[in-house]
């Protein structure tokens, strides 16, 4: 007889199988629950977080060498963000239900009752993350949106901090069944092989990923080639440029490459939106700014041994391109458990180098790495981005304090190739509210989906219609009664024939 | 020196290369033009097709063999689309405008000013289809949603109506013109070869397509294929049961199985929501009555031999599967021009041969062919649904006069498996308004998505977010002024302290 590893009342991790059957038996009940039923389950979760934050940070810590201070902010935010989606729920708009009534006089002969509320899209697949243990794992953003849409989620656990997911599934079972959602409705599954079968399980009818390109896309093609496909949120990596207009640089062009430094260091720059590369004009003169911001940022554990391998790669490729200057050196180095100990590299090029060399120093490198890039007077940063940044999270700008009107079509610009345009700020913070886009175009995401604030509800939804259904036989937010409360969008009636 | 095949103002077909780059141009500047200057354009389309509507019917009828009657109710329908879309983008809502102001007492520390909207995603391909030569072909329901959305389109024509696409092409691109919008703001191309290029084009953000399971899944995989995927919104197949309630049966079951053959025959079967299967209760006794009604058809002239030989095929196996047997045999006769005319063919099969023979019989026959499945005493409805349609554009039950409150469960059931729910109604209408939703779980579709209604808007947008970016620099809908004059949702400041 076997025992769980870590503690009697662990029931993490389940088998794939049990897991996806379990899901499929829970979806239809889960989404007839009321609003305020999945609202309350959502807050039991993150009240359970808090009453064990100090257990979760520290198992967090131990797994991820990531700061005290940085996880309980993590864990705060992700709290909130639980408790904001009980109250997108609770409002029922995200359902976006229309309500056309019978019209006799329609402009092109009697129309019947149509009745449209978007619907949960059944049990949805997450693979969880390693940089944020909790924002974007286990009890993460995909795991509360796709539980707030009314989907049981399965969530491939990350290798990286393998009790701290245990711990945390054992909490949100419990949770959620306390608040009486059905079994299924959660379950916590580990290791690539586990992963795999279930994006390929028929019951699984979309899954969500935040993690590299490569594994991105090897799992994106897994879900387009199903004999059904399914939908597949990938959140893969991100250059993030920011660009200085000359008047910025001129007027605080010192003050911006040092917080540029402190951006790229925070977290051991393990963040998507790290600004990987900084846009300024040619003799700019930063590099002892540079240098000096570095060296007073202390060495930093990366998460993992795979992360650390990944690193020391990708750092030694772009520190032997041709072009590429070091501005500050850094360390990288590898400890007997493998595990990467950094300080900040940052280095200098030029947009020649850049088009030479996209296949290399245009890759995320994911750490305390960065580039300034140097630009010609005259420039088109508008086309250069739209050249050698065509898919982002993020782009920024930072402008002169004359500059307002005349960067319209810049900002434009970036709009069309990231899913955030910043001016004069930073992109590593992402506010978890209605207003946020996570995404941008591929390779940023896989979809034009975003993955953070309360719009990420809307990738386990789909429209589903019902025609002149009896009032009594109809789901809850598309009767006349309004059971749920939720805003019911009414089309006028008769007035078609005077379009 | 060459001359344009059928008249001196002809400018379609396009090159695709050429067609590409200039959608690329024109997507920056469509996107940008106020919400008054597109809808005026989409008027501009319906007016012109309304000019033109006795040579483009008389164009289509020659090249489709579809009636007089249905074409004129089709191009009125496609009309009053455009003019709907007209509405949509006035009323601005479609761009689900969020506002968060900036917030010192943010929950999580100060928050920036955010503002999101959903914004174009530039080019889009079109793969019009061969049953509705207006709806769903060259000025058609993906076209007039992609033109709303303010994305410039290329259309791909279907071989079926060559005349009528290239004389719709030149209309368009001439009210277009004429309404303001940039040149490259539409163009149609020819070939297969064409569609190719075009769906691995990089200046295509976006395809739609309305046809058949094999070829929409062919496209599917070559746009998931691109070295940078993009959506794809294919309209497959579907077989749209329709479930006879034995009370429904007990009441009206003749009436029912007339009306069924009514259905079925419309625009020769050519529907892809055409209710192909009819599930009714052993014993029934209908086959006089079906055997009558589908005697009383006229012959009726396939859309074209492509659609003639698939017809042929198909009808042939389920004919030739054990189990299914004849309840009238109608007609399929190859003419000398390859076209075939048909009169209604209805079998009749029970579920142990669905089971058994899902592979042919399962499939659908594009054309006046439909099949009469009887189900035993006790029969759970929705499980047959779940098992033998799980993905359907439509789903349909005729209840009997008692039955309300307890359908409630097999609804549900139906919504999981059907885009569309109806209750006593046949499901060949598909009304253009914003609670349509004409899409469904694969292989119904290939994604969540409606094309028909207003809601289809919402393929060709993403969603894209500014943060703390002056008023004068921002896109219209997201300044405080609100030039466009969009609704715009405002998140509270402050109160997010008190959650």
Chains 1, 2 share one sequence.
């Not at 286990?138 to 989907?151: H, I, K, N, Q, R």
């Not at 959602?181 to 795999?196: Q, S």
């Not at 390929?200 to 390109?213: I, Q």
């Not at 750092?315 to 590429?324: D, F, H, K, Q």
Request: aromatic share 6%.
């Amino acid at each position: 007889m076997t025992t769980p590893t870590d503690s009697p009342t662990t029931t993490a991790p389940a088998q794939p199988e049990d897991a996806a059957r379990a899901a499929a038996a829970a979806a239809p009940v889960l989404a007839d629950l009321s609003p305020s039923t999945r609202a309350d389950a959502l807050r039991a979760v993150a009240d359970s977080l808090g009453a064990h934050d100090d257990e979760l940070v520290g198992l967090a810590a131990g797994e991820t060498r990531l700061a005290e201070a940085r996880l309980r902010g993590e864990l705060k935010r992700t709290r909130v963000q639980l408790r904001l989606f009980a109250r997108v729920v609770e409002s029922g708009a995200y359902l976006d239900v229309r309500l056309d009534a019978a019209d006799p006089d329609f402009v092109l002969g009697p129309r019947p009752d149509l009745r449209r509320t978007l619907w949960p899209v059944g049990p949805v697949l997450v693979f969880a993350a390693s940089n944020f243990p909790f924002a974007f794992s286990v009890p993460g953003g995909d795991t509360a949106a796709a539980l707030a849409a009314g989907c049981p989620v399965i969530v491939k656990a990350h290798p990286g901090h393998p009790a701290l997911s245990r711990r945390v599934a054992d909490l949100m079972v419990e949770a959620l069944a306390g608040a009486g959602l059905p079994a299924g409705t959660f379950a916590l599954v580990e290791g690539d092989d586990a992963g795999r079968a279930l994006l390929a399980h028929p019951a699984v009818r979309a899954a969500a990923f935040t993690g590299s390109t490569r594994v991105g896309r090897l799992l994106a093609d897994a879900a387009a080639a199903r004999p059904d496909p399914i939908p597949f949120f990938g959140e893969l990596g991100s250059l993030n440029p920011v660009l200085v207009t000359p008047d910025a640089f001129a007027e605080r062009g010192a003050e911006i490459a040092r917080a540029w430094v402190g951006s790229v260091s925070g977290s051991a720059g393990q963040l998507c939106t790290k600004p990987g590369f900084l846009l300024v004009p040619e003799g700019h003169g930063l590099g002892p700014v540079v240098a000096d911001a570095a060296a007073a940022v202390p060495e930093h554990a990366l998460l993992n041994a795979r992360v650390g391998v990944g690193y020391v790669a990708g750092r030694s490729v772009v520190l032997g391109t041709p072009g590429v200057a070091v501005l500050a050196a850094g360390s990288a180095e590898t400890e007997d458990d493998g595990v990467v100990h950094a300080t900040p590299t940052l280095v200098e090029t030029d947009l020649a180098t850049l088009r030479a060399h996209r296949d290399t120093v245009l890759e995320e490198v994911f750490g305390p790495f960065a580039v300034l890039v140097t630009y010609p007077e005259d420039t088109d940063l508008g086309a250069v981005v739209a050249e050698l940044f065509p898919g982002e999270l993020t782009a920024t700008v930072h402008r002169g304090a004359g500059e307002g009107a005349q960067l319209a079509g810049l900002l434009a610009t970036l709009g069309r190739h990231a899913g955030r345009v910043l001016v004069d700020g930073w992109p590593t913070g992402v506010a978890v509210t209605p207003a946020m886009q996570h995404g941008g175009p591929w390779p940023a995401t896989t979809s034009d989906a975003t993955s953070v604030g309360t719009a990420a509800i809307g990738r386990f939804l789909r429209g589903t219609t019902y025609q002149d259904a009896p009032q009594d036989a109809l789901p809850a937010p598309l009767q006349d009664g309004n059971p749920w409360g939720v805003p019911q969008a009414r089309s006028g009636v008769g007035e078609s024939a005077h379009w």
